[in-house]
């Protein structure tokens, strides 16, 4: 009869054949408790970027002084007129000297050749108001945060 040594084995380590290895308790508890300092490491640096490092998005430019620009008489359709006079709300950084010329410019291009009954709805004076404004303040970057229709007749 041949007797065959058998290696021994750590009991906590190796399982029998069909059943799983146990680790040990101690390998359990460190493995959790670096997850949760993982986590609680990121959560705290992504809340320290949240509130102290996230941009804040673009200035507001703070209000300056309002231009008034001289009043314009405005061709509409079928023989009508528009006597329009507007105000640009300047930034603290725009000059004093502001040449108006092309807000002028722009309220005949937006103005010109619309049907009176059109300017006069109070919903349609309010869009062309905006596009009048997106468009003056795209000529005058950083100067020009506004525009006022300070006077608007039509006959």
């Known amino acids: 009869m041949t007797v065959t040594a058998m290696p021994k084995t750590d009991d906590k380590t190796e399982a029998p054949k069909g059943k799983k290895a146990k680790k040990p308790k101690g390998e359990k508890k460190s493995k959790k408790k670096l997850i949760v300092i993982l ?18 998005g673009p200035a507001v430019p703070k209000p300056g002084a309002v231009l008034p620009l001289t009043e314009q008489t405005v061709n509409l359709a079928g ?46 004076r309010q869009s062309l108001q905006q596009q009048l404004t997106k468009k003056i303040e795209s000529d005058y970057p950083d100067e020009v945060m506004d525009v006022y229709l300070t006077e608007f007749v039509t006959t």
Do not use: C, M, R
């Open 39 to 56: 986590l609680v490491v990121v959560l705290g640096g992504g809340a320290g970027y949240w509130f102290f490092l996230k941009p804040s």
């Open 79 to 124: 023989g009508h007129y528009l006597k329009v006079t507007i105000a640009l709300q300047l930034t603290k950084k725009a000059s004093a000297d502001l040449d108006g010329s092309q807000a002028e410019q722009e309220v005949i291009n937006v103005f010109s050749g619309l049907e009176v009954g059109d300017v006069n709805l109070a919903k349609t």
